[in-house]
């Protein structure tokens, strides 16, 4: 993982076989971040997306298989739950046929390359978990 | 509807029923945002996209159910439409089989959560309605 | 092609018949940028999308045909590549039924108007060719 320092936060380029929320997490507490939007772009494989099921109230999940496929978007944020920072982020994967898929990223290693602008802002903002849900939400 | 204030915009955390274009406006008008970017993620139901069809210069729509579904990106920016402030919004959906929608966002309602990050510039940025296209474009 | 200087860099708005790699570029060369992310959306025709196959160690494409498709997202960022700007764009694009398709930038034309936030960092990133891979890999 490299990691640039800019006026307003930091380009993260992940290396192969970095993790994408773990990766993350790591910046978050190296820097102190308690708040920060995230955008990013790169090449995964072996990921796990989830898709909140409002019955069951929990996410149901679905694994995207060895192949690499391209990041075709994420988005999110940066938080604190129970103090610890944590990522949450959106994402889109394309195929080899473009076709696409989206969730909820719970992990997503790199293939080739990810490159994500972390924008950090000052204070903090915090989840927590709501059993209404069965997710974590912000408490601003 | 949750609005929480940054050095260079705000974060918009919606609650459940908040529809999105309408709370956006209402962000913009109560904060005189006359420029801004946009960047979200969430959870929604109800939601109507559209595709700008060339040869009929109109919108043609598409409903998504009750059921609840990922807002996996939501991309965009405010401007003003005879003075009055615009969100202008191009999401991607995500269902339970991560299955993905995509177009220009005339209404969602929050079903969990949306978080969606407002990046305000100084200015004013407008839009007019173009026949040629039938859909309202920059001016600036 | 319109572009709106902002505090943190630029807002572009690409008129019908600009092509989205080739006008960055340009704005990149002109306005002297050495590093930059871009978020954008709009409506194209005459796409070509590419997914990095890592056996062949190279893209393969997939054209979009001439009808006009939402451009549902647009994320990437701006580097240097021998010295010369490069413009690293993921999109997303959405059909008259809502489908979607992604991947990898090659081109597409403007069929409506692209609007692209161009947020601009000072110093430089730099690519490299890898071989590896067979694609351009950030050097920070």
Redesign the interface.
């Known amino acids: 993982m ?1 990691v ?1 320092r ?3 936060g930091f ?1 993260v ?1 992940l290396d192969v076989g970095d993790e994408i929320i773990t990766s993350l997490k790591k910046v978050a507490e190296l820097e102190r971040i308690g ?1 920060a ?1 995230l ?3 790169g ?1 995964v494989r072996d990921v796990v ?6 019955d069951q109230k929990q996410y ?1 999940k ?1 694994e995207f298989g060895p192949e ?1 496929m ?8 940066v938080a604190r739950l129970e103090g610890e920072p944590i990522a ?17 990223l719970f992990k997503a290693t790199t ?3 990810v ?1 994500i ?1 972390v ?1 950090v ?3 903090e ?1 915090s989840r927590q978990f709501d059993p209404n ?1 069965g ?1 974590n ?2 408490t ?1």
Not at 49 to 54: A, F, I, R
Not at 70 to 77: D, P, Q
Request: net charge negative; with cysteine.
């Open positions: 490299k640039k800019t006026e307003s380009l380029a708040m939007s955008a990013g772009i090449a997306l989830g898709y909140l099921d409002l149901l679905r690499s391209e990041l075709v978007s994420l988005l999110g944020n949450h982020c959106h994402v889109v994967l394309g195929d080899r046929e473009m076709h696409t898929f989206g969730g909820h293939s080739v390359t490159e602008f924008r802002f000052e204070g903002i849900f997710a939400l912000l601003i």
